[in-house]
């Protein structure tokens, strides 16, 4: 029988070995630990959830609120006001907001197409980058955020906050201990019950949008009534499909959990299979990823629940059993599926944006930084790029290409729109 580490002994431990990595003196001159931190949140509709997790955190002010949506903005300032006694100023374009030079970082929830440009232009303004997954349109961006962190000198994070969740932690440390021995397979799943989105119709675009702001980075079309705010994910010109919206959460957790960086294949099956709408993006599929020496797949029904099935998160199989990763924390089976040990631990975003505001302050280490992010981020470009093509790739990660594919190598990256392209 696999016996755990008493939960005490590992928080001791593991406290311990994060202190001794976590000073990063590059920031300590700059940010004094106890430094009152003033940030700025673009994208209001997710980023309510940083507004509200912010408002728990000490030693920080919210100065800026940012989009295109008044309502939005109206909504959280209104939020801030009933906890503080202030209310942060309102903005709809990010550029402006930037301008300020007392903002210490930026939280970034705005669409995935937003994730890279605006990141790009706050670290070259000179600020911190919180941003949402999956941080990259494309797989060019992929390479252009962790660029843009580099050559301004400033911390970015995913949030992908599993990364910082104890109870996720210490799941991830039973494997490395190798309480299931070698790890040789990774399997994932995501379910849903979405409805369809229709076909969109051409409409006046509302009073309270600033419609070509909303569009920003990528090349303009006329607006339609079932675009804004979330169908966008499911057309490939503005999102990801569900692979970048949801798929990358678990993806992380497998490529974190098998120990690896990039795979050399990459197979994706799947379609647009429940209703007849204007969704280009699949709704019942399978990614598959091959690593040589391990395998991962992530499976996803976004409209279709199969209650019928049940599953956690993450499903690692080793040598000498498995281990389950659901909610904010993991359970261990032996070969005959006998539960030997469990563990949990607190979750939800305050505990993935303080490690972010400790990094900044130079107390700690960032759980999720933007390069190691950019990994999991890519697995779901690579993924939506096999689809699109329709046949399996094969990577080479040395020169961060794909091989011998011309056409998967225009999906690589995206046209901008005059004047928006990034620049690093």
Known sequence: MMNPMPRRRFLRATGASMAALSTFSLWSAENPPNRRLRVAVMGLGRGLDHVRALLELPGVEI?????????????????????????????????????????????????????TPATVLACAAGKHVYVEKPGSGTAQESQMIVAA?????????????????????????????????????????????????????????????DYSLWQGPVPERPYKDNLVHYNWHWMWHWGNGELGNNGVHYLDLARWGLGVDAPRQVACTG?????????????????????????????????????????????????????????????????????????????????????????????????????????SALLCHLGNIAWRVGRTLRYDAAQERIVDDAQAMKLWQREYRPGWAPKV
């Open 271 to 375: 379609g647009r299979y429940h209703f007849n709408d204007d969704q280009e993006t699949p709704d019942t599929g399978v990614v598959t990823y091959d690593f040589g020496h391990c395998y991962a797949t992530w499976e996803w029904s976004s409209c279709h629940p199969r209650p019928t099935e049940k599953y956690g998160l993450v499903h690692f199989y080793g040598e000498k059993g498995s281990l389950i990763f659901e909610g904010a924390g993991y359970r261990i089976l032996d070969m005959k599926g006998v539960e030997v040990a469990k563990g949990s631990g607190p979750a939800g975003d305050k505990v993935h944006i303080g490690n972010f505001l400790d990094a900044i302050r130079g107390d700690a280490k960032l759980t999720s930084e933007i390069a190691e992010a950019q990994k």
């Open 149 to 209: 962190a580099r050559k301004y000198g400033r911390l970015v994070q995913m949030g992908n906050q599993r990364r910082s969740f104890p109870g996720i932690i210490e799941g991830m440390n039973r494997l490395r201990e190798g309480v299931i021995g070698r790890v040789i397979t990774a399997r994932c799943w995501y379910t849903n019950s979405r409805g369809s989105i229709g076909r969109g119709q051409p409409a006046a675009v509302p009073e309270w949008l």
């Open 63 to 115: 100065a800026w609120l940012c989009d295109v949506d008044t309502r939005r903005t109206d909504r959280a300032a209104e939020t801030v006001a009933k906890q503080t006694n202030y209310r942060p100023q309102g903005q709809k374009d990010i550029r402006k907001v930037l301008e300020d030079k007392t903002t210490d970082a930026l939280f970034i929830a705005a669409p995935n197409f937003w994730h």
